[in-house]
């Protein structure tokens, strides 16, 4: 049993939950939470898969612990399609074949949704950049590139 | 005309995976579930004196602590060897270690517990006694006399040797060769690294005595065959196993893995559903590696150009244990490919597979093919260097010409279907590349160091005709299974052997079936993955899902069709022979009569009524088919890259990469596109920054992905890809394996071009991978040395 009960805020619902110090955020959504969008491909923040936005900032979600996320709202995959409709970023992974095996693909749409935030028209080589911070091994990146440029593009419309 | 084959259908399973709904076998919870966690062994090579589990078995949340010798003493057998050529020895591979360890990351006990961040404290707490042996990790090495024995009955580590080809023919053609390309060289080991880490859960059933196994599989017919007939020794029908959605394999999740066997047992013994996820660090130390081979290659040429003969030895890194598959990879899969796309009259080749103290080493996408493909295009491009030619115009003049097939090689394999010549005219043309060798001229005045690299490079898809493979030591045949059933209303659902874990068979599979029987695609449903829902299938590797899994599913839908053109014959009384199956609508018809027209869902709810059948015609509408294929597959490509190289720090730049690939006729041109990207992606990966690198003492030092450099976004430009089609006459769609050209090509391309950009300062070769570092090295040598 855990050592601390925290409420973790995940897209806008509260999960009240016990755990110990050194649960991380991504077994803390998975294991506690229910929500096993979020997925560990490293567990040692290369790879990016558990990326999720803390007050709308990507974050590794296994090189953070659950209890220092009291009081911040955490957005996962789970989150992003709303009433039925997927989210532009979603709907550009599926119509430009962003994805294959689909074990990164959270990781990669949670990243985006982040940096498009901040800024909604990157350069090339700024969306590359961004983009290199995550690992995908079955797309070569190509159409993941695409899928994200096209999302911006719609989304500044 | 097609609906559906052929056109870019956007992929029916993507909606569940860009919500977060893939249903990974990692986030299975089963109310009580336990968790199982691995000791693993630091050490190299070393004899286990003894093992104490009391500190980890007094932790509060530990259930139990297991040892290998638990598992011996209930009867749990040897990880089986599934390719078995004459002669070859094959040493006990048992899912825990019980005399001594053979690498780092062999397993020694496992803990289970209520939690898995106790299970893995518990671990540590585990006190195992090792008296270290000397290791030895190079394949060639690995035969010296007083190397060390990783299995001491395996005689200077050597489990196979497996000649191919006539050794007189081409002794006598290299050495009256006007010129001979000599090189030695290591392919190195690489890590696959899909995404997601290999997971196991398990469920014993007391009542019914059975067992359900989710795993991380390509291939979960032949894990519950192995666990039933070899490992776990719970019979094939109380076993069910499920691969559900499995994040990327590349050939890694092929193989029967020591966890596999661990967590049924466990979830028998405790009495509770268990389950244990890798960690990244232990996907590192078990995950199959794949390539790692020591070559020693001869080509032999006229003076003009031709080629005369071939001569390769090769000595195959096994690991510390034969996994599944390994020792068919650098033989059935390599030395048989060794005459690429060319006729070369005389060629010999050898593999050595040898025993060291590392991970096994198994297929890993591309398998012996790249390895194959490498090796001959780089002796091709120091041969026209040598000869003062074209790189391309050297090829040209060797290839198997267009009216040549089927082409049979020296080497075993009888090419199936090909137009390399328009192949590489499309590639030309694609990359510009009379313009990028005139920009690399004014490149070089300038000093820069630019390089253009090129490949034409072959592949042997498909696995395999039954009878060849079982003659060359398989265990299995490697046939498909395919059913397609109709449900009463018309609705379809197709059950496959083979395996998807990203190459999106719910699409193309059902792209498939709907045009073969004319219903909308949205009335196909594709299942796979299920022991207890589809028949007994081969699964997925090898790019042989399409070809082989696509076809039963061809055969399967000709027996549906063949039986409601039957019935419709009956309803509307007229012969079979009169009536027309029309594809796009579904519909049947006498031939002329559009009017007698019956539908796909009316016919088959007739044979649900049952009560006006032909005489003899059964209800229902189900068939099953199971394809064995006649041949291989063999796509082709050629690929151009040009690259640019950093003086400096030696830094690699891939400035444009074009390939034209020839995989025979296509399901879906988006899929394919995607698979080809996905695949040079991997190869360019091998060819710059890959190594899976052990020191002497057996220590990986490329373990965690700070130290294994895996290809990002930022390596790569735009890659422009096209495609020629010539259709394979061996399987019903015409289709070549899709799956791996561009892994082949991609690293024989690149290297390629990084040589060529360092041909000037008189550097003739460097082995992979091509890092900053090696180069910079390379360069410095060169210019101080005076070779510039």
Known sequence: MGDHTI??????????????????????????????????????GVCGACTVLMDGQPVRACLVFAVQCEGVEISTVEGLARDGQLHPLQQAFWDHHGLQCGFCTPGFLML?????????????????????????????????????????????? | ?????????????????????????????????????????????????????????????????YTGQDLLDSGVGSLPCGFTPPGIKTPPHHPLAVD???????????????DPYVAEDAVDLIRVDYEPLAAVVDARKAMDDGAPLVHDDVEQN?????????ADATAHAIESADHVVQLEFSNQRLIPNAMEPRACAAQWDGSTESMTVWTTSQNPHTIRLLLGAFTLGIPEHKLRVISPDVGGGFGSKIFHYAEEVIVPWVARAVGRPAKWVASRSEAFITDAHGRDHVTRAELAVTQDGTFTGLRVTTWANMGAYLSTFAPLIPTALYITLLSGLYKIPAIFGEAYGTMTNTVPVDAYRGAGRPEASYLVETLVDLAARDLGMDPIELRRKNLIAA?????????????????????????????EYGRLRRQQEEARAAGRLVGIGFSGCIEASGPAPSAVAVGLGAAIGLYESGVVRVHPTGKVVVLTGSHSHGQGHETTFAQIVADELGVPIDDVEVVHGDTDRTPYGVGTYGS??????????????????????????????????????????????????????????????????????????????????????????????????????????????????????????????????????????????????????????????????????????????????????????????????????????????????????????GIRYLEMPLTAEKIHDAIVAATEGGGA
């Open chain 1, 7 to 44: 409420d973790l805020t995940v897209n806008g619902t509260t999960h009240s939950i016990d755990v110990e110090a050194r649960m991380t955020l991504a077994d803390a959504l998975r294991e506690e939470c229910g929500l096993t969008g979020t997925h560990l491909g490293c567990e040692h």
């Open chain 2, 1 to 65: 005309m097609s609906t559906y084959i052929g056109k870019s259908m956007k992929r029916v399973e993507d909606p569940r995976f860009v919500q977060g709904k893939g249903r990974y076998v990692a986030n299975l919870a089963l109310p009580g579930m336990i968790h199982v966690a691995v000791k693993r062994s630091p050490f190299a090579h070393a004899r286990i004196a003894s093992i104490d589990g009391s500190a980890a078995e007094a932790l509060d949340g530990v259930i139990a602590v």
């Open chain 2, 403 to 431: 009216d040549e097939f089927p082409y049979q090689t020296p080497v075993a394999l009888a090419y199936d279907s090909g137009d390399y010549q328009r192949l590489f005219d499309k590639a030309e043309e694609l990359s």
């Open chain 2, 544 to 761: 042989r899902s399409a070809a082989i899994g696509g076809s039963a599913l061809v055969k399967s839908a000709e027996k549906i069709r063949a039986k409601l053109t039957e019935l419709a014959a009956h309803l509307v009384e007229a012969s079979v022979e009169d009536m027309v199956y029309d594809r796009e609508t579904g519909t049947i018809s006498v031939q002329g009569s559009p009017e007698t027209a019956l539908g796909f869902a009316q016919l088959a709810f007739a044979l649900t009524t049952a009560d006006n059948l032909p005489e003899g015609m059964e209800p229902g509408l189900e068939a099953t088919s199971f394809y064995d294929p006649a041949n291989f597959t063999f796509p082709c490509s050629a690929h151009v890259a040009q690259v640019e190289i950093d003086r400096d720090t030696g830094e690699v730049t891939v400035v444009s990469y074009a390939a034209v690939d020839d995989v025979g006729n296509v399901v879906n041109p988006m899929i394919v596109e995607g698979q080809i990207l996905g695949g040079i992606a991997q190869g360019v990966g091998q060819a710059l920054w890959e190594h899976g690198m052990y020191d002497d003492s057996g220590q990986l030092l490329a373990g965690s992905m700070m130290d294994y450099a895996m290809p990002r976004a930022d390596g790569f430009p735009p890659i422009a890809v096209d495609r020629i089609e010539t259709p394979s006459p061996h399987n019903p769609l015409g289709i070549k394996g899709a799956g791996e050209m561009g892994t082949i090509a991609g690293t024989a391309t690149i290297s390629s071009a990084v040589l060529d950009a360092l041909a000037p300062l």
């Open chain 2, 158 to 166: 050597l489990s196979f040797h497996w000649p191919l080809g006539d």
């Open chain 1, 112 to 157: 985006a949704v982040g940096a498009l935030a901040e800024n909604p028209d990157p350069s090339d080589e700024e969306m590359i950049e961004i983009l290199s911070s995550n690992l995908c091994r079955c797309t070569g990146y190509q159409n993941i590139v695409k899928a994200v440029k096209a999302a911006a593009e719609h989304m500044r419309s």
């Open chain 2, 100 to 114: 001594k360890v053979r690498h780092v990351g062999d397993g020694v006990a496992v803990v289970v517990a209520e």
